[in-house]
């Protein structure tokens, strides 16, 4: 299946694991990346320009329409916004108005037509769970994973439609598959205070102290984050904080690299030492044969 | 002795611009705290720092990126193959034709014993080598009429270097086409090299000149009996061949010659050659006079950036040398485009027609200023808002083919306009909101407006649902910032709940004045979590817009 990768204005340059790591693993799985250049989604303009942030994200959404390719995104906060203003421009005949008029101006013609999903999704309903179980060759054993869901892919649940908000299980799915466990704590459906960056500082680094704080208390080995932003948050808050913001557990990973893993792939491969803090502790914490223990899947929870 | 004196005269020109321009990276400042270095403090720590580099292992890194982003240009290559080719056509065009023709005296023929620019390889090399740049030129403007960021941005600067180049190429192809058919040429040559004085054979040389080079000589000096054309070649032989090779050679020009050759003899007489001659190298030093002031100074600027930029991180470097640095940047900036081309917000010009969006533009801008030409309130009050709706993805400094660290321009531009007292708009929005709202607040009285509210949050289609509110609370209850705090109505100032509801008493200034519409995180729990479909974060979003519109308005 071929797809227009969304990578927003993040990825490229402050986590450009995240792009390593899902462009192996998408090719493993035989997906097709076109090569495709994209403009911001919108979301840092939709506080101050509502007509900027509904134009940029029509954009992107018209530029994926002229090739016939669904878009996948990476960060959660370009997936929220690309389907929150896709709702907009589907009720608001007004705006959609201005937007095709605009666009038009560069040849391009916004229909609403194309879907936005993320990769996360893509996994759990294109490929599957027992495909991907199928593929797992490196599970984890017992590896206690504390994750976190990213507010603007979650909710509003009936826009994005990533899963239930209030009980979301895609990512509990797709841990189990690679042999991993989601523990329960407190952080995991909640912000990690990223919006709130440029505005208030205080308040957005006490945000996600409070994460780091919850996160220490979980138990967890590793935290499972899927969003630049809160990638971003947890780098600050380490770098500003230090020590006091709470046991940096023993690392944190993208999804991606964990799948990774567990296919097999290096941990080099995956740019694992680019996380901070890095989980290199978890190359050695898969099933030694490969292949040997291949889990079962039992579905949804 | 005017080709001295007006070479000289650029010379010195070149290097009083040059001094100038290194004195003005020792003493141009973007923000304030460049400002405190002095210009020796700036020269020490760049030479220092310079100094340390080429003694260390990354020496290394500096030679691969002069090789690969500077000689191959690979970073315009990952971009634009079109601008690639253009380019590179440009760069081994015009410095093959700077070394092998305009220094050709000093370089060529110390390197090579046989030199005579009238003699292959160098007759048809430097027809190659002027097409090359000619073709390059083409396709440069060629982009600028059809890329629309740049057909956009395309100054004054940008026009000057292609027009000079242009003038350069053309009047060099057209004085080499006018001495393939001049006559007069033919008699200087005559007179230098061959030394004949009969007629006859003068006349037999002429023949084979017309009839085998394209010379157009005046009517009655050549022949065309064979007797005569063979004593013609057997002198050709002997005196001219070793020395000039066929004009045809030099394929451009002579095309050119042939198409000028019914007006060649006129325009010899009336000394075109001579003409195209001065016009040719004063265009040439005039281009030459100008260097430190066009485009053409990234020639020395780049290679010494793209090598700086390859083992420094800005945010780790002495400030004193990033201050230099910061200067010699805005110097170095060839108005390409490229990050114009591809900057991740340039979407937004379709409705703010506000060039300083676009960061080929912010950099002129903070150039300008540098300089102490700000363009006044208005123009900042623009640069301003292009710089706060860049998001920082930093693609332009990733793309930017001389390296030009951008991001670090625009943290120094922020920080620069904030000292000029144009922050954040949204924290000024934010202000202006909270001073609205406090006089019904300090006196205790509530203006409850009435009518034309309804209409007031139009812009998300949803906002309006705030009337659906019947105050359950569930909104504040789910906020993570009400659970973070020990006495939220303290701390956060109104609380969701009390929000929606002052906007459907219709009191719009209180809601958007309160620090919640401000702090909030945008993690759409309460709105997931209202009961009666109040879209609250979408409601609070709305509330910032037209917060920041009306700061907007009285900005203006």
Known sequence: MRFALFLGCKIPSFAPQYETSARVVLKKLGFEIAKMEFNCCGYPMRNDHFHLFILAAARNLALAEAKGLPMMTLCKCCLGTLKRAQNFLAQDPELLTMVKEKLALEGLEYRGSTEVRHLQSVLHQDVGLERLSDLVTHPFE????????GCHALRPSRITGFDNAYTPHVIEDLLQVVGAQSVPWAGRLKCCGAPLR????????????????????????????????????????????????????RGVVLYPQLLGLALGLSASKLALEQNAPSPAFLTGRRAPAPGATKKTVSGGQ | MFFSISLYLALAICVAGLTYKVWSWLTVSVDRRDRQYSPGQRAAAALAGLGRTVFSRKVGAMLRALLLDGL????????????????????????????????????TDSLFSNYYPTLDPWLWLRDALGVMVLVGVGLIIFRRLTVRGLRLT???????????????????????????????????????????????????????????????????????????????QELNQDSCVDCHSPAQHAFASYGLSVVLRPVALALDQAGGPD???????????????????????????????????????????????????????LDACTHCGTCTVHCSVAVTLGLIPNQEILPSERVASLAAKAHGRDGGRDHLVQMREGAYIC?????????????????????????????????????????????????????????????????????SAQANTFY???????????????????????????????????????????????????????CYQC?????????????????????SQAARALEN
């Open chain 2, 72 to 107: 191959l240009q690979r970073r315009s290559l990952n971009h634009s193959v079109l601008a690639w080719v253009a380019h590179i056509l440009l760069f081994v065009g015009f410095m093959g034709l700077v070394l092998l023709h305009a220094l050709g005296t000093h370089i």
């Open chain 1, 142 to 149: 017992n590896l206690k994973v504390a994750t976190m869901y």
């Open chain 2, 275 to 329: 003409i195209l001659y001065y016009i040719h190298f004063l265009a040439c030093f005039l281009g030459l006079a100008l260097l430190p002031f066009t485009k053409f100074l990234h020639l020395i600027i780049g290679p010494l950036l793209l090598a700086v930029n390859a083992v420094t991180d800005p945010p780790a470097m002495n400030p004193a040398a990033r201050a230099a640095l910061r200067a010699l940047e």
């Open chain 2, 154 to 232: 395309t100054r004054c600067r940008d026009r000057i270097a292609i027009i000079l180049l242009a003038v350069i190429i053309l009047s060099g192809f057209a004085l080499q086409a006018l001495k393939i058919s001049s006559a007069t040429s033919f008699d200087q040559m005559l007179e230098e090299y061959a030394g004949l004085s009969d007629p006859q054979n003068i006349k037999a040389l002429r023949s084979v000149w017309a009839q085998d080079y394209g010379v157009v000589f005046a009517p009655g000096q050549t022949g065309a009996d064979s007797e005569l054309l063979e004593m013609g």
């Open chain 1, 198 to 249: 440029e505005r208030n500082e205080d308040l957005s680094l006490a945000t996600i102290k409070m994460r780091m704080d919850e996160w220490a208390e979980s138990g967890a080995e590793a935290l499972n984050v899927d969003c630049p932003h809160t990638l971003l948050q947890i780098k600050w808050a380490q770098e500003t904080l230090g020590a006091q913001s709470g046991e940096p557990a």
């Open chain 2, 391 to 459: 998001t920082n993805c930093h693609r332009c400094t990733r793309l930017c083919p001389l390296g030009i660290n951008l991001s670090d321009l625009w943290t120094a531009q922020k920080q620069d306009l904030a000292e000029e007292g144009l922050g954040a708009p949204l924290a000024e929005a934010a202000r202006h909101a909270g001073e609205a709202a406090l006089p019904s607040r300090s006196e205790k009285q509530v203006w409850v407006t009435t009518g034309g509210f309804q209409k007031g949050l139009k812009h």
């Open chain 2, 527 to 547: 709105q997931e979590s209202c009961p009666n479909m109040v879209q609250v974060t979408d409601v609070l979003y709305e509330l910032r817009y037209l917060a």
């Open chain 2, 468 to 522: 659906n509110c019947y105050n359950c609370r569930e909104c504040t209850n789910a906020c993570p910032l009400v659970f973070m705090s020990e006495w939220p109505n303290q701390e956060l100032d109104l609380l969701p709940h009390q929000v929606m509801y002052c906007l459907k008493m219709g009191l719009k200034d209180e809601a958007m004045g309160s620090r919640m519409v401000w702090n909030c995180l945008t």
